[in-house]
């Protein structure tokens, strides 16, 4: 069985500032994938980021940056320059690279931007 | 192009009554989730398909719930005998195929039973 944990449940952050939101998982799969999904109030689940764990290099998207550490099964997530449209829920998902295909998710973090 | 759409928006409904939920997927994705997000909780993994088949369905809560998809393309969830404890966020979701990774969400439907 796989399982996410996310141990912060709400954060806040002044704007520009810099906020790492932490995620570990445990899956006995040696490939798999790992996402971070932001849900904003509209309820939509947009895709920050994604990882392949037989990837050493970690990924990037403009301000979102992973660390993806996979020995110790941990894939926190930087937003770097916060805005104010960060504002949201982050979800932190596993997946398996074969087989069934379900995405796997953490309990959320509730980020705030503070103006 | 268009995303993943979901209808209705929000249902309010009473104990005991059936409900239908919709997803249309993004044109040409050939795998589609369902999701149950419950209030403070993260997505629970209800039903997949390939196609018009559905290899797994190990995350249906119960024999009131069950799920079609037509044509490779439409799903509809179906809700039967709802409870309270059904109230919850259904989430669909469509990716391109198996090899691709990314699953592309819509944005819900909200279920209240009264």
């Known amino acids: 069985a796989q399982t996410v944990t996310q141990s912060q449940p709400e954060m806040s952050v002044q704007e520009a500032e810099t906020v790492t939101l932490s995620c570990t998982y445990d899956t006995s799969e040696n490939n798999y994938y790992l996402f971070w999904y932001k849900q904003p109030p509209s309820r939509q689940m947009i895709l920050v980021i994604r990882q392949e764990a037989y990837k050493q290099q970690n990924a990037t998207e403009n301000r979102f940056s992973v660390n993806f550490q996979k020995a110790a099964k941990s894939f926190s997530l930087k937003i770097s320059d916060s805005q104010l449209g960060d504002t949201a829920m982050y979800f932190c998902a596993l997946r398996r690279d074969f087989g069934n295909e379900k995405l796997t998710f953490g309990t959320g973090t509730r980020l705030t931007i503070i103006p | 192009g268009a995303g993943v759409s979901q209808s209705p928006s929000n249902k309010v409904t009473e104990k005991g009554k059936d409900v239908e939920l919709r997803c249309d997927p993004i044109?040409?994705?050939?795998?589609l989730y369902w999701y149950r997000q419950s209030l403070g909780q993260g997505l629970e993994f209800l039903i997949y398909?390939?196609?018009?088949?559905?290899?797994?369905k190990s995350g249906l809560p119960s024999d009131r719930f069950s799920a079609e998809r037509t044509g490779g393309s439409v799903s509809t969830l179906t809700i039967q005998r709802t409870q309270q404890e059904d109230s919850a966020v259904y989430l669909c979701?469509?990716?391109?195929?198996?090899?691709?990774?990314?699953?592309?969400f819509g944005p819900g439907t909200r279920l209240l039973v009264l």
């Open positions: 398909f390939q196609g018009n088949s559905a290899p797994d």
């Open positions: 979701a469509s990716s391109l195929d198996r090899v691709r990774e990314t699953q592309y």
């Open positions: 044109s040409g994705h050939t795998a």
